[in-house]
């Protein structure tokens, strides 16, 4: 099986699309370089376990932001939005093993569902949690995780079977051994993750267009001041700056798949300027539009 490429696609809710194993084993594992890709806003039915290998990592957990330095993971549960990337001025690697919760719990009338996966969904605090590896029991969890990610990459002998044995010791001491109850979130919060989930999915189906706050606060029947509010608090950042991450963002992924000049896909993203289009990528990439083709 050994190791994925990590190549996110999400659909109109940022959902991610991508297949993470199959059927028979859900579950992949990757080891990705921040400083060259960085991981967009999106979410998955899927859990997801990320250790830093190098440097440190900013996280954006929904309305949680925080850095995490080498040595240092995350769990992260099943449709929480999160984003990653590079803290500047340094490196930043992970591993991470992206996994569907039957992979330990085989199905929902199992003692293995009920015992270990169910509790993840029944609590709402249980979003994500922060594993510092100078706590034993959470540095237990990373350790689990590392076995499990080196077994699958290096496709040791039964490394089905030993993967899925760390991965539910894992689970165990997360839900034995932590406190999730600094992660609760309050009903506002609930609310603010319902209305940027809208938000989002309204930008994506518009991106290409001429898009203002009030539209976009319009989609959610809300004022300007609560657009703005709720992508400050949930994105750390703001609706126009969303907007323009989207575009190009979309634009790289055009670059990288279809042979559409670096115009025509300027005018497809909601660019009228093909120079400030190339100005802004620049910015976003540190390359031009036709180098990161190249390099892609």
Not at 13 to 39: K, R, S, W
Not at 165 to 193: C, G, P
Not at 218 to 230: D, E, H, K, T, W
Not at 234 to 258: H, I, S
């Amino acid at each position: 099986m050994g190791l994925s490429v990590c190549n996110i696609i999400t659909d109109l809710h940022e959902q991610e699309l991508t297949t993470h194993g199959n059927t028979a084993f859900p579950i992949a594992c990757y080891a990705d370089d921040l400083c060259l890709m960085e991981v967009e806003w999106h979410w998955h039915d899927e859990w997801e376990l990320i250790v830093v290998t190098e440097g440190v990592l900013h996280f954006d957990i929904e309305n949680t932001h925080f850095v995490l330095p080498c040595g240092d993971g995350l769990f992260i549960n099943s449709k929480v939005l999160h984003a990653v990337r590079c803290v500047p001025g340094s490196p930043g690697k992970l591993h991470s093993a992206v996994f569907h919760p039957r992979l330990i719990g085989g199905n929902m009338d199992s003692v293995f569902w009920q015992n270990l996966v169910q509790p993840f969904f029944t609590n709402a605090s249980t979003r994500f949690l922060v594993l510092k590896q100078d706590i034993s029991c959470q540095k237990d969890v990373l350790h689990c995780l590392l076995t499990a990610w080196t077994a699958i990459s290096e496709e040791q002998d039964d490394f089905e079977n030993l993967a899925r044995y760390e991965l539910s010791k894992a689970a165990r001491k997360i839900l034995q051994n932590n406190d999730f109850s600094q992660h609760n979130m309050s009903d506002q919060d609930l609310t603010n993750v319902s209305r940027i989930r809208t938000m989002m999915e309204y930008i994506d189906l518009h991106y290409m267009e001429d898009l203002t706050v009030d539209k976009i606060a319009a989609s959610i029947s809300a004022s300007n001041s609560v657009c703005l509010r709720c992508f400050h608090e949930m994105l750390d950042t703001t609706p126009m700056k969303y907007v323009m991450d989207t575009r190009l963002r979309k634009a790289a992924g055009l670059l990288r798949t279809t042979q559409k000049s670096a115009r025509d896909i300027a005018l497809d993203c909601g660019f009228n300027d093909t120079s400030y289009f190339t100005k802004v990528f620049r910015l976003k990439y540190q390359c031009t539009p036709v180098n990161y083709r190249k390099s892609s």
